[in-house]
């Protein structure tokens, strides 16, 4: 089935350690998002990829970084510069083919916790 | 900037009745997506329902639907015939279209509980 894969699904990390959060997806779509949630706070854009080595901050950057050397991955680093980690990181992505829906497909989320 | 206002934090309806969930949002684009996302206990995050701004009538998927004003900026959810299944964080969500199309501006969330 096709579909977004994110691993691991809970992570635990020592401050000042980076971890790396992997998403992959078999949709054949061509952009790809990085969001965060936490409590009461909605979803707030981290990154995002419209083309394989490309990508674009989204309204809270600050201690992430991403890659995107292939169209099916776009893993996120969260670094120790990242003030406040723990939180649920979503990945999603979306087609540009055909007619535009805007949809966001989503993965599980993966659920991070510095100790 | 756009942004989405969802004013109801949380919200609660007997099995088989309705219930409304609010959603505001500011933009001064034309022409954008409106989605409303459903988020279950096992955080998987769901489309329930889209509209376009183009479109005058309002988006229905099965028991729900929105009432979409756009010189209000307004776009509800109706959820008919409540089902115990429905109880989730409802998140409603902006996006532009052309090349911002895919980045969700999502609302703090309404979480609606079903009850027996």
């Known amino acids: 089935d096709g579909g977004i894969t994110q691993s691991p699904k809970y992570l635990f990390r020592k401050e000042g350690q980076n971890v790396t959060l992997s998403c992959e997806q078999n949709l054949n779509h061509d952009a790809m998002y990085w969001y965060r949630q936490d409590p009461g706070q909605g979803l707030r854009l981290i990154y995002y990829?419209?083309?394989?080595?490309?990508?674009q901050k989204g309204d809270i950057a600050e201690g992430y970084s991403v890659s995107r050397e292939k169209k099916e991955s776009f893993p996120l680093t969260v670094t120790s510069a990242q003030k406040n980690p723990t939180a649920f990181y979503l990945c999603?992505?979306?087609?540009?083919?055909?007619?535009?829906?805007?949809?966001?497909?989503f993965g599980e989320g993966s659920r991070l916790t510095v100790l | 900037a756009q942004t989405v206002t969802q004013s109801q934090p949380e919200m609660s309806v007997q099995e088989a009745e309705t219930v409304t969930l609010s959603c505001t949002y500011d933009t001064s684009e034309n022409n954008y997506y409106l989605f409303w996302y459903k988020q279950p206990p096992s955080r998987q995050m769901i489309l329930v329902i889209r509209q376009e701004a183009y479109k005058q009538q309002n988006a229905t998927e099965n028991r729900f639907s929105v009432n979409f004003q756009k010189a209000a900026k307004s776009f509800s959810l109706k959820i008919s015939d409540s089902q115990l299944g429905d109880t989730a964080m409802y998140f409603c969500?902006?996006?532009?279209?052309?090349?911002?199309?895919?980045?969700?501006?999502f609302g703090k969330g309404t979480k609606l509980s079903v009850k027996p």
């Open positions: 990829s419209q083309i394989v080595n490309d990508f």
């Open positions: 999603a992505s979306t087609s540009y083919t055909g007619e535009p829906t805007g949809e966001l497909f």
């Open positions: 969500a902006f996006s532009g279209y052309g090349g911002s199309q895919g980045n969700l501006i």
